[in-house]
């Protein structure tokens, strides 16, 4: 408990169709957060960087009725997360970690929150029908994720056995007032570059 101050600034380019449920389009986000702006007060000091992207493309589209249309759209993402401690001490809420919601879907995050670093990224990929276009749609995923000590180890000492990955079906209600996925997430990992599935999938 204490006090914990943060400034933001982030850049945003937009040219989704509908930014909750877009067909064609893509997004791409930088933002920069300094975590601690009162020294010897906050407890938790460090730089953080998050850059995302986003892409859509309509795959398939056809007519079937009056009130429905037959489509599939191939949705990639990829965003790298970077924290940069100004004291390693002073940091510890502030790493990185497979939640197992948004990124590595299906993971125990309590599992693997003991592999925490400095570095992290995201990646998936989905291919989505749409049953009510910004309602509802059925959906098939594949999650990669990526965590590392520190953020050069993410581009010079990245290997197979530093992902955890994770693919399935799922349900996704896409109103922005009510945003809900149901999945069935498979989860597997490479350990000295050989498959393994997760445990509780064995």
Do not use: C, H
């Not at 986003?54 to 589209?61: K, M, R």
């Amino acid at each position: 408990f204490g006090i914990q101050n943060t400034a933001n600034i982030s850049l945003s380019l937009d040219d989704r169709d509908i930014y909750y449920d877009p067909s064609p389009g893509w997004f791409a986000n930088q933002t920069f957060s300094i975590v601690g702006l009162l020294p010897q007060l906050e407890s938790e000091y460090y730089l953080r960087s998050d850059t995302k992207g986003e892409i859509y493309f309509t795959l398939f589209e056809k007519p079937v009725s009056d009130t429905w249309t037959l489509k599939f759209v191939l949705a990639g993402y990829s965003g790298l997360s970077l924290v940069f401690p100004t004291n390693a001490e002073k940091a510890r809420n502030g790493y990185l970690y497979v939640d197992g919601m948004f990124n590595g879907r299906g993971w125990n995050s309590m599992e693997v929150y003991n592999n925490r670093g400095n570095a992290m990224w995201s990646s998936y990929l989905e291919l989505r029908m749409p049953i009510a276009t910004g309602i509802f749609a059925l959906d098939f995923f594949a999650d990669a994720v990526a965590i590392k000590d520190e953020p050069l180890d993410l581009f010079t000492n990245l290997t197979l056995d530093d992902f955890y990955f994770s693919f399935g079906p799922g349900m996704r209600f896409s109103l922005p007032q009510f945003p809900l996925r149901l999945l069935l997430a498979n989860t597997f990992k490479f350990e000295d570059n050989v498959f393994q599935w997760d445990r509780k999938w064995q």
